[in-house]
């Protein structure tokens, strides 16, 4: 490309870019523009940039900020074999462009490190980590890998173009799924965790946002940014005492930055992505932060049921024993929570939770705090003997009044 040609691109961009952020109108645009020209007459050539500061339109400081602006938004026009379509979104770590793979003709989503990330080593080596993660799965229900690398300073990792939405779109609208569609989706999930469980792979960040939606149905677990090796002690001991994860969904081991974090993380991280699903609440709510995290240590779960009348004590049964807040009262795997799972969607109890539960109750019986659960048939049996005493006062009630009205009757008589 030559130099003016790519002149002619920026200052494309550059104009869009001003309009856009209400710096100034169409109209004066088009003064910058005939500025240009009346320049290019004289053999003063100026960019757009610079007709715009002569104008007094922007000021050197806003010109800087637009032009990192547009730094941020061209990087995928420096990587060969791609051609850049449009941004995505942008994140803390990274931003995501829709792009083409000239090659195959196809589009593929590429997340792009940040410059100012690119010095770090630490986020280098983790984004880097990320994509060799994602190579080693290969599941319908996870966004696959194609490639990962660096061109012109910017480190990228090309990946499956998802064509929908995420389930977070959906609550950020209010919208609470029905129990079916959220087992639907949600199987999904475990399917796709149990594939990485068996390579080896914690996800640790499941939650709303990293699950997406096509059009078909079927649903695909993204990012692999926080997945790490379970046998990894070598991370594990770098990390420990962090808390990695988002705090809405975060298991309570991972708040605490335990070392020997293992695959039930996920599995509580997949039950409060249920939860909010069906009822249109996070587990835990609070001003910040830390506070949400502290919740999931320390406050009592309110049973989703409660919040949705209409979800079937199955689906609570289960929820609640994915977020145990010890994992040992988890379900041990997402093999064995599957099991619960299908069972519910078939019209079916969940036996692996039920078990759990009745084997709760019995402890909580053995150790004489028996109020937590009243047998039915306890409470049949009390509630008729307690008929029968009130009908036996009643009625000795009644004796007693017959009797002293015909006391009063004898006295009256001459």
Request: proline share 4%; aromatic share 10%; no cysteine.
């Given at each position: 490309m030559s130099d003016s040609s790519k002149e002619t691109s920026l200052d494309s961009i550059l104009g869009r870019l001003v309009i856009s952020k209400h710096l100034c109108t169409e109209t004066e645009i088009r003064e910058c523009q005939d500025v240009m020209k009346n320049l290019a007459r004289q053999s003063k050539p100026h960019s757009l940039a610079d007709a715009l500061?002569?104008?007094?339109?922007?000021?050197?400081?806003?010109?800087?900020?637009?032009?990192?602006?547009?730094?941020?938004?061209?990087?995928?026009?420096?990587?060969?074999?791609?051609?850049f379509l449009e941004k995505l979104g942008a994140g803390a770590m990274a931003t995501v462009y829709k792009a083409k793979q000239l090659?195959?003709?196809?589009?593929?989503?590429?997340?792009?490190?940040?410059?100012?990330?690119?010095?770090?080593?630490?986020?280098?080596?983790?984004?880097?980590?990320?994509?060799?993660?994602?190579?080693?799965?290969?599941?319908?229900?996870?966004?696959?890998?194609?490639?990962?690398?660096?061109?012109?300073?910017?480190?990228?990792?090309?990946?499956?173009?998802?064509?929908?939405?995420?389930?977070?779109?959906?609550?950020?609208?209010?919208?609470?799924?029905?129990?079916?569609?959220?087992?639907?989706?949600?199987?999904?999930m475990a399917e796709a965790l149990q594939h990485a469980h068996e390579r080896g792979l914690i996800h640790r960040d499941v939650k709303p946002k990293n699950i997406m939606l096509m059009d078909s149905g079927v649903a695909k677990l993204a990012d692999m940014g926080l997945a790490r090796e379970a046998e990894d002690q070598a991370a594990a001991q770098m990390e420990a005492g962090r808390a990695y994860g988002t705090p809405y969904y975060i298991s309570p081991e991972q708040i605490r930055g335990e070392v020997n974090i293992d695959f039930r993380a996920d599995i509580y991280s997949l039950g409060a992505t249920f939860y909010h699903m069906v009822t249109g609440r996070v587990p835990f709510e609070a001003p910040t932060p830390s506070a949400v995290m502290h919740k999931h240590l320390k406050e009592t779960l309110v049973p989703p049921d409660h919040l949705n009348t209409s979800l079937s004590v199955g689906v609570a049964e289960t929820i609640e024993f994915m977020m145990a807040k010890d994992r040992d009262d988890r379900y041990p795997s997402v093999k064995v929570l599957l099991e619960d799972l299908r069972s519910i969607q078939s019209g079916g109890p969940p036996m692996q939770a039920r078990d759990k539960f009745d084997a709760g109750t019995l402890a909580s019986l053995e150790k004489g705090n028996p109020q937590k659960v009243v047998e039915p048939e306890t409470s049949i049996q009390q509630s008729g003997q307690l008929g029968l005493k009130m009908t036996a006062i009643i009625l000795a009630a009644a004796l007693f009044m017959a009797v002293l009205i015909i006391i009063l009757l004898l006295q009256q008589r001459p």
């Open positions: 500061l002569l104008q007094g339109y922007v000021t050197n400081s806003q010109l800087d900020r637009l032009r990192e602006k547009i730094e941020e938004t061209r990087p995928t026009r420096r990587i060969p074999g791609y051609q090659s195959l003709n196809r589009v593929v989503a590429i997340k792009v490190l940040p410059k100012r990330l690119s010095e770090n080593p630490e986020y280098v080596e983790r984004f880097y980590k990320e994509g060799q993660a994602a190579a080693r799965l290969n599941h319908p229900n996870i966004v696959q890998a194609i490639d990962v690398g660096s061109a012109s300073g910017y480190h990228y990792f090309v990946m499956e173009y998802v064509e929908g939405k995420t389930v977070y779109d959906d609550l950020a609208k209010n919208n609470v799924y029905s129990e079916q569609a959220a087992l639907d989706i949600i199987i999904q």
